[in-house]
C-alpha cells in the first residue's frame, strides 16, 4: 500500500490518532491509580491506628512493625477532637521529600505528581494527609517510600497500555475497514469506470450508473455521467461533421473541374454578337468564378491545414489595387464605390499570397453585402502602422452581419455573413492571419456598416507554425 495513496494516508492518520487516544487515556487513568493507590495506604493506615486505639493499651514492637508493614507505611498520625495523635511510629529511612494534601488536589496536579513519580527512579519518602474515612477523625497523616508506589504503577501502565493498544488496533482495523467499504472502493469504482469510459468514449455501454449511497459520490457519478452522455453526443456529432467534409472535400473537387470547363465556355460567350448572350455572359462568368472560389476554399479547409506563411516584404498598397481591381462591381451593381486610404510607402512584411486571399475575402463580403440591399454604398480599405504593428481595416456601408453570423463568426458552416453563405472564408481568413502571429477582429457591425480590424506584428519574429 502506497504511502500517497488515499487508503494509505487514511491508515497513517488513523495510527497517528490511535497513539495519541491511548496517550490521552493513559495519563489520566495513572493519575487516578496514583491517588487510590494513596487512599488505599490512608485507609489501611486508619483501620490499624482505629484498632490500635479501641484496645486503650500499649502494643509490642513487633505488632507495631507488623501493623505499619502491612499498612505500607512508616507512621499514622491522626487528629481527632482537634488534637494530633502519633497513633504508629517506626524509624524513617531518610527525610521526607514531598508532602501530597488529597483533600486540595487540583485536576492537572495528580498528572504532573503522577508523571514525576514515574520519571524519577529513586526512592524518596513521601507525606500524604487525607480525609480519614466513615468519619474517623478529622486528618489522617502518613509517610511512606515511592519505590513500591513507583513499581505498581509501572505495572498498571503496561497493561492499561496493552489493554488500550489492543482496543485501538481492533477499532482502527474496524473503522478502517468500514471506509474502505463505503468510501475508497466507491472511488476506484468510479475511477474504473472513467479508465474504461476513456477507452472507448463513444461506446454507450460504458456510462456510468449512478449507485453509491453516499450523497457525495452519487453526485460524482451523476456529474460523470452527464459528462460522459455530453461528450459522446458530441464526438459523435464532430464524427458526422468529419465525415460530411470530406464528403463535401470529394464533391467540390470534381465540381470544381466541371465548373472550371463552364467557365472555359462562357469566356468564349463573351465574343458573341448576340446583344442577349453579351448581357448575360458577364453574369454568368461572375457567378461561374464565385462557385470555383467556393469549391477551392472548401477543398482548402478540408485539407485541415494551411502551408506556413513565406515572409517577404511589400508595398500594402499595391496589393489592396489589385484586390479592388478584381472586385470590381459588376453594371447591376454599380454605385458601390472602393476607397483606399493607405500610404504608398507602407510596406510590410507577410505572406503575399495569403494576405491577398485575406483581403480579397473580407473586400468581397462587404461588396456583396452593399449589393444586397440595392442602395448604393462605400468599401473602404484602409491601413497604418500602431507600435511594432501593422493594421489593416475594411470596413463598409451595408446593413451589418446577421445575429447568427455574430455568434459564430470564425467557425466553417456556422458563420455565413449572407444568405446562402458557408463561412468558410472568414474561418480561413481567421487561420491565415493567426498563423502570421495576428489576429481579425470584427470591430463593429451594425445598420451602419461593419469594420473588420486585421493586426500584423511586424518587427518580432513572426508565426510560421501550420495552421
Known amino acids: 500500500m502506497a504511502v500517497n495513496s488515499l487508503s494509505g494516508r487514511f491508515?497513517?492518520?488513523?495510527?497517528?490518532?490511535?497513539?495519541?487516544?491511548?496517550?490521552l487515556i493513559l495519563l489520566p487513568g495513572l493519575s487516578n491509580f496514583r491517588e487510590d493507590y494513596l487512599l488505599s495506604r490512608l485507609e489501611r493506615a486508619q483501620i490499624a491506628s482505629l484498632a490500635l486505639l479501641t484496645t486503650d493499651q500499649m502494643i509490642e514492637p513487633d505488632?507495631?512493625?507488623?501493623?505499619?508493614?502491612?499498612?505500607?507505611?512508616?507512621?499514622?498520625?491522626?487528629?481527632?477532637?482537634?488534637?494530633?495523635?502519633?497513633?504508629?511510629?517506626?524509624?524513617?529511612?531518610?527525610?521526607v521529600v514531598a508532602t501530597y494534601d488529597l483533600r486540595e488536589a487540583r485536576f492537572w496536579e495528580p498528572i504532573r505528581d503522577a508523571l514525576a513519580v514515574l520519571v524519577d527512579p529513586a526512592n524518596h519518602?513521601?507525606?500524604?494527609?487525607?480525609d480519614p474515612v466513615q468519619s474517623g477523625g478529622l486528618v489522617i497523616e502518613v509517610t511512606m517510600e515511592t519505590g513500591p508506589l513507583r513499581a505498581a504503577m509501572m505495572e498498571y501502565g503496561v497493561r492499561l497500555l496493552v489493554l488500550s493498544a489492543v482496543l485501538s488496533v481492533l477499532?482502527?482495523?474496524?473503522?478502517?475497514?468500514?471506509?474502505?467499504?463505503?468510501?475508497?472502493?466507491?472511488?476506484?469504482?468510479?475511477v474504473g469506470q472513467v479508465s474504461a469510459y476513456a477507452d472507448a468514449p463513444e461506446d454507450a455501454r460504458r456510462f456510468i450508473e449512478p449507485s453509491a449511497?453516499?450523497?457525495?459520490?452519487?453526485?460524482?457519478?451523476?456529474?460523470?455521467?452527464?459528462?460522459?452522455?455530453?461528450?459522446?453526443?458530441?464526438?459523435?456529432?464532430?464524427?458526422?461533421?468529419?465525415?460530411?467534409?470530406?464528403?463535401?472535400?470529394?464533391?467540390?473537387?470534381d465540381l470544381r473541374n466541371i465548373l472550371t470547363t463552364a467557365q472555359l465556355f462562357a469566356d468564349r460567350m463573351e465574343?458573341?454578337?448576340?446583344?442577349?448572350?453579351?448581357?448575360?455572359?458577364?453574369?454568368?462568368?461572375?457567378?461561374?468564378?464565385?462557385?470555383?472560389?467556393?469549391c477551392e476554399t472548401t477543398l482548402a479547409f478540408g485539407k485541415a491545414e494551411e502551408p506556413p506563411p513565406t515572409l517577404s516584404r511589400f508595398h500594402l498598397s499595391g496589393l489592396v489595387g489589385e484586390i479592388v481591381e478584381s472586385e470590381q462591381p459588376p453594371a447591376t451593381d454599380a454605385g458601390i464605390e472602393f476607397v483606399t486610404d493607405i500610404a504608398a510607402n507602407l510596406v510590410i512584411?507577410?505572406?503575399?499570397?495569403?494576405?491577398?486571399?485575406?483581403?480579397?475575402?473580407?473586400?468581397?463580403?462587404?461588396?456583396?453585402?452593399?449589393?444586397?440591399?440595392?442602395?448604393?454604398?462605400?468599401?473602404?480599405?484602409?491601413?497604418?502602422?500602431?507600435?511594432?504593428?501593422?493594421?489593416?481595416?475594411?470596413?463598409?456601408t451595408g446593413p451589418g452581419l446577421p445575429a447568427r453570423a455574430k455568434e459564430h463568426l470564425f467557425q466553417p458552416f456556422s458563420g455565413g455573413t449572407r444568405k446562402g453563405g458557408t463561412g468558410l472564408g472568414l474561418a480561413i481568413s481567421a487561420e491565415l492571419v493567426r498563423g502570421h502571429g495576428g489576429r481579425l477582429d470584427l470591430v463593429r457591425s451594425d445598420e451602419n456598416g461593419t469594420v473588420f480590424k486585421i493586426m500584423l506584428p511586424q518587427d518580432l519574429e513572426l508565426a510560421t507554425?501550420?495552421?
Do not use: C
Open 271 to 294: 465574343g458573341s454578337d448576340d446583344p442577349a448572350v453579351q448581357r448575360a455572359a458577364p453574369k454568368l462568368v461572375n457567378s461561374i468564378g464565385r462557385a470555383v472560389n467556393l
Open 465 to 467: 507554425a501550420e495552421i
Open 125 to 130: 519518602v513521601i507525606r500524604v494527609i487525607g
Open 213 to 253: 449511497r453516499i450523497e457525495e459520490l452519487r453526485t460524482a457519478e451523476e456529474a460523470l455521467a452527464e459528462m460522459q452522455r455530453h461528450l459522446t453526443g458530441a464526438l459523435r456529432q464532430k464524427e458526422r461533421l468529419a465525415q460530411l467534409g470530406q464528403a463535401v472535400a470529394k464533391i467540390s473537387h
Open 349 to 396: 512584411r507577410a505572406d503575399r499570397e495569403q494576405l491577398y486571399r485575406v483581403l480579397s475575402n473580407l473586400v468581397r463580403n462587404a461588396r456583396q453585402a452593399i449589393a444586397a440591399t440595392g442602395q448604393p454604398g462605400t468599401v473602404e480599405i484602409g491601413a497604418g502602422e500602431e507600435g511594432d504593428a501593422v493594421w489593416i481595416r475594411v470596413q463598409d
Open 171 to 190: 477499532t482502527a482495523v474496524l473503522l478502517f475497514a468500514l471506509v474502505r467499504r463505503l468510501m475508497l472502493k466507491p472511488i476506484k469504482r468510479l
Open 63 to 95: 505488632l507495631e512493625a507488623e501493623l505499619l508493614a502491612n499498612a505500607g507505611v512508616f507512621n499514622v498520625v491522626l487528629r481527632r477532637d482537634a488534637v494530633r495523635q502519633l497513633v504508629l511510629s517506626s524509624p524513617i529511612p531518610g527525610p
Open 11 to 23: 491508515l497513517a492518520l488513523t495510527t497517528a490518532f490511535v497513539v495519541l487516544a491511548e496517550v
